[in-house]
């Protein structure tokens, strides 16, 4: 089958190293009725192997004659092919089951951020994500407090999933190769860390407000959402950075924050 060339646009780099694919399906372990979804499956270099273990498949891919190209494969009866831009795709339409879906992905690194946190948007339906991302991407996600890569996103990700970094990927395995090595992580959606936030947009303003300044102490970052005395009241030292703060505190601070804004509320 004759494919065009990879769009810079569209920031494809397509997975070719069949050693690197072989411990992809390894890492996942399909089962035969799982319900799998894998986003940019290009030139079907996953979704051909993934479909030897499954007895279904939908894949989501934006370029148009790669889509046209993926549904003309033998292996069509056991494959949907969507069509449609991820970032704006709603995956209850394949099903609203809890835990049901299991993702994969080669996320396109220009736009990875944004769509993962797409995706956890609807993390409920998911049993567990595997996707290909830039390292230092990964890297961050799965940051420690107190290291050089902790920051809003690994405070984002850890809130909402137990995050492993699997193996590292180099650019040779992709053609055209990226410009940075990648690596392929594992995050399983993890309801009871969710279910202690009460409100998940203060939260993630929250994180945001905390890191918006990395040098400044916690108190400086977080004026005009809390005090120095309610931030102790959350067991929390305002004079420490935001990267010196676990999970847990970032989740007090923020139902701190959700409850004096609910008070306000009913005193009005």
Same mark, same amino acid.
Do not use: W
């Given at each position: 089958?004759?494919?065009?060339?990879?769009?810079?646009?569209? @920031?494809?780099?397509?997975?070719?190293?069949?050693? %690197?694919?072989?411990? %992809?399906?390894?890492?996942?372990?399909?089962?035969?009725?799982?319900?799998?979804?894998?986003?940019?499956?290009?030139? @079907?270099?996953?979704?051909?192997?993934?479909? !030897?273990?499954?007895?279904?498949?939908?894949?989501?891919?934006?370029?148009?004659?790669? *889509?046209?190209?993926?549904? =003309? &494969?033998?292996?069509?009866?056991?494959?949907?092919?969507?069509?449609?831009?991820?970032?704006? $795709?709603?995956?209850?339409?394949?099903?609203?089951?809890?835990?049901?879906?299991?993702?994969?992905?080669?996320?396109?690194?220009?736009?990875?951020?944004?769509?993962?946190?797409?995706?956890?948007? !609807? *993390?409920? %339906?998911?049993? /567990?994500?595997?996707? #290909? &991302?830039?390292?230092?991407?990964? =890297?961050? #996600?799965?940051?420690?407090?107190?290291?050089?890569?902790? @920051?809003?996103? +690994?405070? *984002?990700? =850890?809130?909402?999933?137990?995050?492993?970094? &699997?193996?590292?990927?180099?650019?040779? +395995? $992709?053609?055209?190769?990226?410009?940075? /090595?990648?690596?392929?992580?594992?995050?399983?959606?993890?309801?009871?860390?969710?279910?202690?936030?009460?409100?998940?947009?203060?939260?993630?303003?929250?994180?945001? !407000?905390? $890191? +918006?300044?990395?040098?400044?102490?916690?108190?400086?970052?977080?004026?005009?959402?809390?005090?120095?005395?309610?931030?102790? +009241?959350?067991?929390?030292?305002?004079?420490?950075?935001?990267?010196? &703060?676990?999970?847990?505190?970032?989740?007090?601070?923020?139902?701190?924050?959700?409850?004096?804004?609910?008070? /306000?509320?009913?005193?009005?």
């Amino acid at each position: 089958m004759t494919f065009n060339a990879p769009r810079k646009n569209l @920031g494809q780099h397509f997975l070719h190293d069949r050693n %690197i694919i072989e411990k %992809i399906v390894a890492a996942i372990r399909p089962q035969r009725d799982d319900y799998i979804v894998e986003i940019g499956p290009g030139r @079907g270099a996953l979704t051909l192997p993934l479909l !030897q273990f499954v007895d279904h498949l939908d894949v989501i891919e934006l370029d148009r004659d790669l *889509a046209k190209s993926l549904a =003309q &494969l033998p292996e069509q009866p056991a494959l949907t092919v969507h069509q449609a831009n991820a970032l704006k $795709f709603n995956f209850r339409q394949i099903s609203s089951v809890p835990a049901s879906l299991r993702l994969v992905g080669n996320l396109p690194y220009n736009i990875s951020t944004p769509l993962l946190f797409h995706v956890l948007s !609807q *993390a409920t %339906i998911f049993r /567990d994500i595997h996707v #290909m &991302l830039q390292k230092e991407v990964i =890297q961050r #996600m799965v940051a420690d407090p107190g290291s050089r890569t902790y @920051g809003r996103l +690994s405070v *984002a990700i =850890q809130a909402r999933c137990q995050a492993t970094e &699997l193996f590292s990927i180099k650019p040779g +395995s $992709f053609l055209p190769p990226p410009k940075v /090595d990648s690596a392929f992580i594992r995050l399983v959606p993890d309801a009871s860390i969710m279910a202690t936030i009460h409100c998940e947009s203060d939260f993630d303003m929250m994180v945001m !407000q905390a $890191f +918006s300044m990395r040098r400044k102490k916690l108190s400086n970052c977080l004026k005009g959402m809390l005090s120095a005395a309610e931030i102790r +009241s959350t067991d929390t030292n305002p004079d420490v950075r935001a990267e010196t &703060l676990d999970v847990d505190a970032f989740i007090r601070l923020a139902n701190k924050f959700t409850t004096n804004t609910a008070n /306000d509320k009913r005193v009005e």
